[in-house]
Structures are given as structure tokens and as C-alpha cells.
């Protein structure tokens, strides 16, 4: 588990296909002392994708990726020198300072527009119309990792505001229309949809 706040951004080092290359092996270079305490088989979120460790040093450590993965997240159009967000396993005792994240991409987001508003950045995202019942205004949804508040939501586009920290500490300051973005919706609304279609089904079976 995850709470959506980055504590580092990293750097794709190397990038290795496996097998037929359906599947990938990536080198991720971490801030010096980030990555400390760490162990092999460990869960980091990377971009908003939770992702095990395979080998570590220093300050790199090593994932793979099934081609599953690739195929409903932005981690195929990664390249060596990628910048991307970063974020440890949640243990107990931590400062719960965003909302539960598991680290199980839901689907691809479009930018729509990355506009200055007043000291904030305010951005617009188009979901996969799969997805957009899920979002809701003041709710919350991860963005490359980043928990964030939805200020508006006009059919399957929403809206949220990024101060200046989050702009500057994460990737997403640098998001420009017409780029993808990692998207895990809220994990109640996920199990409330869930609920809702059990029950209507059970009432009409």
C-alpha cells in the first residue's frame, strides 16, 4: 500500500526487453540515500505502478514488467532518462498524508491542458470513459502516483489544481497536453461500484 505522496523522483537508466520483448526489465536510478533500508522483493511505486525489486545497489534497483503492465500503463513509452515519481511502501506508522493507494494502475489519462491559475497550475485530464463514473468532485484519484484532490468533473474529463510544491517535487509539472498519464481511482469508489452492480444483480437473478 501507497498514500500518493512522492518523497523522490528517479531516472530510468536502462531499459532490457525479456524474452520476445513482451515484457521488460528497467534499471531506475534513486536520489543518493533514498533507497536505504530497502531489500530485495520490496514494493516501490513508480509512477503510480507498484513494482517489486529484483536487485539493488545504492542507489539503483532493478524491476521487471509483464507485458500485461505495459499494456494498460505508460511504462512502455518510458526511455532511458525518463524522469519518474517515487515512492516506498507504506509501514505502519507512517503519516497517512494522502489517501490509500494500491498501486494498481486502472487505466491511461489524456492531458487535456496544464494552464497558471492564480500561484497553482491547473490541469485537465480526459479518462477512459470506463473509468469516469469512478471520479467524482473533493474525491480523490492518483495521477503518476500523485494523490490528488478532483476539483470538477464534466462527463469524462475532471480537473485538479497543483500548488507549487507538488509541481516542483514530482513529474507532473512537466505534463504538457496531449501526454498519458498513469491513472488508479479511488479504492472505495472501486469496491462501492463493485457492491452496487453485486446487489442489482442478486435483486434481478
Not at 104 to 124: F, I, K, Q, Y
Not at 166 to 190: C, K, S
Request: glycine share 12%.
Amino acid at each position: 500500500m501507497f498514500t500518493g505522496i512522492i518523497t523522490a523522483t528517479g531516472i530510468v537508466a536502462a531499459i532490457e526487453p525479456i524474452g520476445e520483448g513482451h515484457d521488460m526489465r528497467l534499471a531506475i536510478e534513486a536520489p543518493e540515500g533514498w533507497l536505504e533500508g530497502a531489500a530485495i522483493g520490496a514494493s516501490i511505486a513508480c509512477s503510480g505502478c507498484c513494482l517489486t525489486v529484483i536487485t539493488l545497489a545504492a542507489n539503483r534497483f532493478t524491476v521487471e514488467v509483464s507485458g500485461e503492465t505495459l499494456s494498460k500503463t505508460t511504462l512502455g513509452r518510458w526511455r532511458e532518462g525518463s524522469r519518474i515519481n517515487l515512492e516506498r511502501a507504506l509501514r505502519m506508522g507512517d503519516e497517512m498524508g494522502g489517501h490509500v493507494v494500491s498501486g494498481h494502475v486502472d487505466g491511461v489519462a489524456e492531458v487535456l491542458s496544464a494552464t497558471p491559475e492564480n500561484g497553482s497550475l491547473r490541469m485537465l485530464f480526459q479518462l477512459p470513459i470506463g473509468l469516469a463514473p469512478f471520479v467524482a468532485p473533493k474525491g480523490s484519484i492518483t495521477i503518476e502516483g500523485v494523490s490528488l484532490t478532483v476539483n470538477e468533473v464534466e462527463g469524462a474529463s475532471f480537473g485538479v489544481n497543483l500548488i507549487p510544491h507538488t509541481a516542483a517535487v514530482t513529474t507532473l509539472g512537466e505534463l504538457r497536453p496531449g501526454q498519458q498519464v498513469n491513472v488508479e481511482i479511488d479504492m472505495l469508489a472501486r469496491y462501492v461500484a463493485r457492491l452496487r452492480q453485486f446487489n442489482a444483480r442478486d435483486l434481478t437473478a
